[in-house]
């Protein structure tokens, strides 16, 4: 047992030292989204809406710096909406899917994979089949009452940002959050978006696109070359 203890601790310490000196792009980019969030939301009435929310990684950091503000997660999967609810007795918890207009769909849930789970399947990746979800869908306009105005919005639904945005004009004129966002042509085309859509959607609302790492901003040229996947809006 001893010795398990010794080896769990090197194996941390190496961790930390790998990444404190060679840390991956995923890292790098979620030590940025910590400070991003802590600047972003620290001392702001504005809180986080987390589209996507998953398993509750952005809401946790949220909380930590903003622990009096209003946040709100998204996310269409029964079981996972259930348990932020447990877990995040504050924060407002919609069991619905978003998109650029409301109804009901068939939602393409991948069990051992939720996280790619989606409307659509990403055409990109090799996945099994999915169990096929009847969900309530909104707008974003929709879901928020008028007049709320987050700090930020973060968005990760496998491809479908741009109908999200799209259904968050209110939102974005009035208010105009900091966003955070993934995303990819492939994951994206599977919706019929393109680069240019967003850019040309953000930018119609004053937006500036950045890098996570602060690289910007992005003109709509560089943008539709890069293959970069975790961007900032503001």
């Known amino acids: 047992m001893v010795k398990l203890k010794l080896g769990l601790g090197i194996r941390r310490a190496i961790r930390a030292q790998r990444m404190r000196f060679f840390p991956t792009r995923n890292e790098r980019d979620d030590a940025n989204l910590e400070l991003l969030l802590a600047f972003t939301l620290g001392g702001r ?13 952005f809401i946790e950091q949220a909380l930590r710096v903003a622990p009096e503000s209003h946040h709100v997660a998204v996310e269409p999967i029964p079981a996972m909406a259930g348990a932020l609810r447990e877990r995040f007795p504050t924060v407002d918890v919609h069991e619905v899917a978003l998109a650029a207009g409301p109804g009901e769909a068939t939602f393409q849930y991948i069990p051992d994979r939720p996280a790619v789970s989606g409307l659509e399947l990403r055409p990109d990746l090799e996945l099994g089949a999915p169990q096929e ?4 869908v909104k707008t974003l306009d929709e879901l928020l009452p008028a007049g709320t105005a987050p700090a930020v919005l973060k968005i990760d639904v496998e491809g479908g940002e741009l109908d999200v945005l799209k259904g968050a004009e209110r939102l974005l004129s009035e208010a105009h959050p900091t966003i955070v966002f993934e995303w990819g042509a492939a994951a994206a085309g599977a919706y019929g978006a393109t680069n240019d859509d967003l850019w040309e959607l953000l930018a119609g609302h004053g937006y500036r696109l950045f890098h996570m790492d602060g690289d910007g901003p992005f003109s709509k040229q560089r943008f539709a070359e890069n293959e970069y996947w975790n961007w900032v809006a503001r």
């Not at 009435?45 to 990684?57: C, F, N, P, Q, S």
């Open 45 to 57: 009435a504005g809180g986080l809406v987390d589209v996507g929310a998953h398993a509750g990684t």
């Open 133 to 136: 979800l009847t969900v309530e």
